[in-house]
């Protein structure tokens, strides 16, 4: 395997997230120029139905930005050339299932031709495979699954 591997694997999980944080921001900026140009009718509800589905909107995009910029800041705190010995935060795992970055970054990534999927340490399968270490085989799902390696 490529030393680089878990170098390329962060920047693309870091291009999706700067992607996300962009796109919220844009979206952000739209209903916030939509609201402003929303005036009061007559009808009193429907005003501030509108108001609401705007606040609403606000938020959500809110969250998906403050989850995008935190996922980056965890990105910026890694060093992909540190090895682990077991698997833990920022290990970067190699299992008969496929590889796992266990991170707090639910995404999915394909890089070299390998799908690498993101898995909080909290998940089912970031508990399962927590302290877990080359040729263990954890169970996930009432079903081993072998540690093949861990970088």
Same mark, same amino acid.
């Given at each position: 395997m490529d030393p680089d591997f878990k170098r390329r694997i962060l920047e693309s999980f870091k291009t999706i997230l700067e992607e996300r944080c962009a796109t919220a921001e844009h979206e952000l900026a739209e209903?916030?120029?939509?609201?402003?140009?929303?005036?009061?009718?007559?009808? #009193?509800?429907?005003? @501030? =139905?509108?108001?609401?589905? &705007?606040?609403? %909107?606000?938020?959500l995009q809110r969250r998906i930005r403050d989850e995008a910029e935190a996922g980056l800041a965890w990105i910026a705190r890694q060093d992909p050339s540190v090895a682990h010995a077991?698997?833990?935060? #920022?290990?970067?795992? @190699? =299992?008969?299932?496929?590889? &796992?970055?266990? %991170?707090?970054?639910?995404?999915?990534?394909?890089?070299?031709?390998?799908?690498i999927q993101g898995v909080s340490t909290q998940s089912p399968l970031g508990l399962a495979l927590k302290g877990a270490r080359p040729d263990d085989r954890p169970l996930f799902r009432e079903r081993p699954m072998e540690i093949r390696r861990i970088l």
């Open positions: 209903l916030d120029e939509a609201a402003a140009n929303e005036t009061k009718s007559s009808a #009193g509800d429907k005003y @501030e =139905t509108a108001r609401e589905m &705007f606040s609403q %909107a606000r938020d077991v698997c833990g935060p #920022g290990a970067l795992v @190699e =299992t008969s299932q496929g590889w &796992f970055l266990l %991170a707090p970054l639910p995404l999915s990534v394909q890089v070299d031709g390998s799908s």
